[in-house]
């Protein structure tokens, strides 16, 4: 029995800790109390279930973690740079990219103020409607998290193993690829995104939308 005065054993800190040093795809009620030498009754107490667990270690691990607004003056630049800090983050956080993407989940207050964060900065900085701005930035942040969620390998720095010779396309195409470094590989995916959804945009919305042409993306004046 915990003696007045005295911390309490177990915190949302201190779970946070622990589901950050077993990782979101190990994470577990079991884990968790064993990393704190508690009772895993003492954890359901607290999170209530495992997916409770799961969004509280997420959202932890997010609001611990600063994420810097893009500093570059030109839209698709900023979304770039955007994807670079989220793809980052998501490698270095392996799990996390599945809290990331379900906003319209329970227990999402961090990440929901991350995304309204970013969105409403570069619908002010580029003079995009919210709608725009929200959808621009969802799009391209969608296919970063989606790269360094789903196949971070893909991105390292092992060379390409052989490849058949009836596929002379494919060799080629990944000869080409492979002369990129990780970094510059991400970097050609997704600004085709940034710049095919910038576009995209502004021929199907009229060039009024925008707040004023000094602001408006350079494709839109």
Do not use: C
């Not at 003696?3 to 577990?28: D, N, Q, Y």
């Not at 391209?140 to 790269?147: D, R, S």
């Amino acid at each position: 029995m915990v003696s007045p005065g005295r911390p309490r054993l177990i915190t949302t800190e201190r779970i946070v800790e622990a589901g950050k040093r077993i990782t979101l795809p190990r994470l577990s009620i079991r884990g968790v109390a064993k990393e704190l030498g508690v009772s895993e009754m003492s954890i359901y107490r607290i999170v209530g279930d495992l997916e409770g667990l799961r969004a509280m270690v997420a959202e932890g691990i997010v609001a611990g973690h600063v994420f810097p607004e893009p500093t570059a003056t030109d839209p698709e630049d900023a979304l770039v740079e955007l994807a670079h800090t989220l793809r980052d983050f998501v490698m270095a956080n392996p799990g996390i990219g599945q809290h990331l993407t379900r906003l319209a989940a329970p227990r999402h207050e961090f990440t929901i103020r991350l995304a309204e964060g970013q969105q409403a900065a570069f619908a002010s900085r580029f003079g995009y409607p919210p709608a725009q701005a929200s959808l621009l930035v969802s799009t391209v942040a969608e296919h970063a998290i989606a790269l360094g969620e789903i196949n971070p390998l893909s991105h390292d720095d092992t060379a390409p193993g052989p490849l058949p010779e009836q596929a002379p396309t494919v060799r080629a195409g990944a000869e080409s690829i492979a002369l990129l470094s990780p970094r510059k590989r991400f970097e050609w995916s997704i600004r085709a995104t940034a710049r095919g959804s910038i576009l995209l945009l502004d021929r199907e919305n009229p060039v009024a939308q925008h707040s004023s042409p000094e602001t408006a993306p350079e494709g839109a004046k």
